[in-house]
């Protein structure tokens, strides 16, 4: 069992959870992920490592509350256990030799981005940072980004916080004004990723994508993570949890990876439905 | 006195109600039925038996305890070799090993040893369980890295001999292949847990979530005071054919497939971890995992399961026994055939359409067979002009596994075969001082049985390696 040992809701929906888990928080490096278990009934889902301190032996994990999974976990007080937590998994994000890069977050996918920049500012990086969400109320570790990146650009869909449109669009100004990136590192919705790829393209800049797909045991087991690569003229099959979760954004093929996770998209849109009912009474479900 | 030349039956659910339940389909000898198929066994001098199996359990002495109505006798006997006896009962191949060389086999069916075996041990669980001694500690620590066969038999083995034993699973559940690859329906993981239990009444500790090569590595076991580490980590890397089409929605690895079903419960409606259900189901391999997938696909409420494999039956690698309750079951054959593209539904004018992306069915070509290859099988060659549409809803790839590199990767100096496999020498001691390996992590995909051989043969090594080093 895992201690929650401190609970924050960032947002409506997006929690800020410490874990103890003393073993994970002394080996996991920024981009690793860990998969765990609310209950023991539970299925198991990958969640990226936001941030650790090993001296507490602690790991922080941040979510939304997308399904029955995470409404379930988001539930849980401080205090109280999950029961399996398991990792670090996956291949740790390659930040060596680094100097100039522009770390790109959408949504809860800030919270993986953030370790990265915060690691690169500590090498000694200059760091760009470009963050973008829905809306101003799904706003989050805005004041955490803006003390590792050397510039910060916040963006919403709406307009109602910061810049009005979506990260590409300061992106491609940035490329086209001449600025340049050692790498373009973006992590977020599949479809974001997918544009941040295509808006770097023509401009030759090295652009890693983290990915996140449906996955079981996340050791290489399952194959349930697998994706395809197109390099060159090969077409290849990778693993998300052992050959990632990072990829080359130029390789990976972002239609297929939508598509495979909408697979169960029915099963877990009813899940979740059973499942707020339960935590929640019968009030209507928030979609 | 005349030799009983039939051997009794083991009672089984009925197909038609099987396939509509995840309960096990062999339902065990009753206490008459076992005494009848022990007094069928000659007691022959030379002992065949016992040299075909991989453990070498003393075989007729555990029957002669039977003939002599002490059914806990003959448990002992067999416990001496075998920590798992209720697991091998039902899931060794005993046809092709101790039944193999059965005397009475020679002109009539041989004894039904495999049915015995799991008699006595099921006879031994139903009873009050009396916590076994504790061997005396010697005080010498050994790390098992997984626990699947090889590591709970290694293990088990270490602390009979007094030594205290930790065994890391990367799972949340132990067990290993035990509990995510083979169905409740052939072997019920409440008999797996019953045989852990065991082991951890030894004294052994099991801690699951951790993954050997990630949240530790096998240098960190050494310097946390390991004298020496085990490695049993199986082959958990599932192949794909490499043809197109394999990444559609409703194609399946037998491993994600099972794993879903046995280790995360989709079979139950209440389960959290989802699995597809129903309709036309493909399962492409013809091993004993792709009899499993096929016979779970049924009991998942499949409207038809069709096993496509490139040879013949007579190649077809699977026990006869489970191809026997796979075609009474439902399963059809399509053999000599070979898928070569997974097809897709796609609906040009909506994209959003939620079919679009999952999978309608497989173009296959037909096969023959040509020349034998290097192992002698003969091979199969395409017939042109054959091809021809399965139609399929899910396609469930058990075209076998490798092991998982990531303790390769993360170990230094641990030499591997260019399959992946870890070298070992006859004792399953690695290229590493200290670091033993067995089962399938060495040998690729292979039984329960031979990889419990590997987990012992390691364990009185080990034994050896650490008796001479202190």
Redesign the interface.
Known sequence: MYQIIQKTELNSNTTRMVVSAP??AA?ARPGQFIIL?VDD????IPLTIAGTDPERGTVTIIFQKVG??TEKLGSLQEGESI???????GEPTKLDGLKRVCIIGGGVGCAIALPLAKALHDAGAEVTGIIGFRTKDLLILEEEFSECCQELIVMTDDGSYGEKGNVTAPLKQMLEEGKTFDSVIAIGPLVMMKFVALTCKPFGVPCTVSMNPIM??G??????C???LHRGEETL?KFAC?DGPDFNAYEV?FD?AM??N???????RK?REDTCRLLRGNQEVER | MKPDPKRREMPVQPPKERIRNFNEVALGFTAELAVEEANRCLNCKTRPCVEGCPVNVDIPAFIQKLKDGDPEGAYRIISVNNSLPAVCGRVCPQESQCESRCTLGIRFEPVGIGRLERYVADTHNAAAAKAEARPEANGHRVAVVGSGPSGLTCAGDLAKKGYQVSIFEALHTPGGVLVYGIPEFRLPKSIVAKEISGLTELGVTIETNVIIGRTLTVDELFEQGFEAVFIGSGAGLPGFMGIPGESLKGVYSANEYLTRTNLMKAFREDADTPVMKGGKVAVVGGGNVAMDAARTALRLGADSVTVVYRRSMEELPARKEEVEHAQEEGVEFHLLCAPVEILGYWNEEDRQDPKNGFVTGMRCIEMELGEPDERGRRRPVPVEGSGFTLEADTVIMALGTSPNPLIKNTTRGLEVNRHGGIVVNEDGLTSREGVYAGGDAVTGAATVISAMGAGKKAARAIDEFLKNKN
């Open positions: 073993r994970i080996k278990r009934e539970g299925e198991r029955s999974t029961r399996d937590f398991a990792g670090p998994l079981i045991d050791t290489g087991m399952c194959g349930g697998r994706l395809t099959t052992v093929d297929e598509s495979r909408r697979m169960y998209m029915e099963f877990e899940a």
